[in-house]
């Protein structure tokens, strides 16, 4: 992590789906111990990562919302992935122009886990 330039480390916590993996290394590496900017934005894209994690594990085999026909089954499980995609892809957009930009529910989260760890 010594040659990574905070705004980087910032939008590898937000690669789908393998965002966590830079999540979690930020969060305990020393370098970046002391950057509230970095560490944010590294708690927002794990708990985006858990909140893709619920869709996927918890509310896809749990869907039981009647659907028009047999094809639309997995419709609303599905539509939450691609929301969740997309604002992975609008934080990465955002970081990457240096933006700090805190999400409904997740934002507030990563807020508090930043200044507990304080």
Known sequence: M????????SLLCYIPVLGWIAAIVVLASTRF???????????????????????DWVIGPLTLIPTPG????????????VVIFGVWIF???????DEVY???I???LAEKSVSEQR
């Open 70 to 81: 047999p094809h639309f089954e997995h419709l609303v499980p599905n539509l939450l992935k």
């Open 102 to 104: 805190k999400l409904p």
């Open 91 to 97: 934080m990465i957009i955002k970081v990457s122009h």
């Open 2 to 9: 010594s040659g990574i330039t905070p705004r980087t480390a």
């Open 106 to 108: 997740i934002g507030d």
């Open 33 to 55: 111990r002391r950057n509230a900017t970095v560490r944010f934005n590294a708690f927002q894209g794990l708990y985006l990562f858990v909140a893709w994690l619920i869709v």
